[in-house]
């Protein structure tokens, strides 16, 4: 999966529901009566195809940065699973996924809208699958806030409901002006929050269809119980480890070749991940040991809760998330909704 690409068709989308959206949504009552709305000249900008007038009026680049922030920021957070990663490490991964965001963005963004339509062809790409099945064509305003003056700028509060994956999102626009008529459409806020949400949605869509899969893989992998001791810090003080034993009954009823699974920290939004790979190759089935560490990163939320504040045992758990059998056959749970 291109995550480069996936990523740059989120902001394309969003950016879309944005600066289209809101130029379409007529009960705007404060700002579509002005002979400057800058909606009302974007949209009318998009009805033409005109999409050097409809940079006039929407700072593009801007949004595009604040969406390449937001987006790749939560992204990273939510997938990595390190097990220590220094501030140059987590800046390195984000400088190298923003160029391609940043253009792949521009470019289908300039397409769309001086064509007005995103066309799929009959072999799609990740990132156009995405486009597809994470709902996000299907956006649609349920409310505007009145304008909010801050310094010489117009906040404005925009309430967008995904219909597809069922959620609510938040975006907040910024608006400034050199004079009463000449207002500009300058930043947008919120694109964080569209991508945690979308991932919840997600996950909890495919909850139903993996249930009986996930039945199956507790069924060979059991944990009957775990205990966790604090191993200590790095040299620099930065991070800390974790040493977790855990105990399992193995039972399955084909020769298994590896466990592999996550030790998951926090709940929701503030989750973070490490990776575990049991090799069974040369072990019994049956009742074992199995001990498995997670350091914890300074740069992610959950992780610097725990190292502030200590963590209960029951924000803590183990999944397994693929059982790969020795004939090389696997058993895991779907990441993407069936089509």
Not at 91 to 102: C, E, H, S, T, W
Not at 107 to 120: D, L, N, P, R
Not at 220 to 226: L, T
């Amino acid at each position: 999966m291109n995550t480069k690409k996936i990523l740059a068709a989120v902001a394309v989308l969003l950016i879309m529901a944005i600066v289209v959206g809101v130029a379409a949504f007529h009960n705007w009552q404060q700002f579509k009566t002005r002979s400057g709305n800058p909606a009302v000249i974007a949209r009318q900008a998009v009805e033409a195809r005109d999409f050097e007038t409809f940079k006039n009026f929407v700072d593009t680049d801007a949004l595009i940065e604040s969406a390449a922030e937001e987006i790749l920021t939560a992204h990273i957070n939510a997938t990595l699973a390190p097990t220590a990663y220094s501030m140059d490490e987590l800046q390195m991964r984000y400088d190298n996924l923003k160029p391609d965001f940043v253009e792949s963005a521009r470019a289908a963004m300039e397409q769309y809208i001086s064509s007005g339509k995103v066309t799929y062809p009959k072999n799609l790409s990740d990132a156009q699958k995405f486009f597809k099945e994470s709902g996000a064509t299907s956006c649609e305003i349920k409310s505007i806030t009145k304008p909010q003056t801050d310094g010489n700028a117009r906040i404005v509060t925009v309430l967008f409901y995904n219909a597809a994956m069922k959620f609510s999102f938040e975006i907040e626009l910024e608006l400034e002006t050199a004079d009463e008529n000449n207002w500009r459409i300058t930043n947008a806020k919120g694109f964080e929050g569209y991508y945690r949400s979308y991932r919840r949605a997600l996950r909890h869509k495919l909850d139903s269809f993996n249930a009986p899969i996930v039945r199956k893989m507790d069924e060979i992998f059991k944990v009957k119980s775990f205990s966790v001791k604090n191993a200590g810090g790095d040299e620099y003080g930065f991070s800390q480890t974790l040493d977790i034993e855990i105990k399992a009954d193995v039972k399955s009823d084909k020769p298994l070749a590896q466990i592999i699974g996550n030790i998951v920290l926090g709940k929701e939004d503030r989750e973070s991940f490490a990776p575990f790979t049991i090799d069974m190759t040369e072990r019994e089935q049956g009742l074992q040991t199995f001990n498995v560490t997670k350091t914890l990163n300074p740069f992610i939320r959950a992780d610097v809760d725990a190292m502030k504040h200590g963590f209960r045992k029951k924000d803590l758990h183990i999944e397994v998330t693929e059982i790969i059998f020795a004939d090389g056959t696997n058993l895991k749970p779907l990441d993407r909704l069936p089509d």
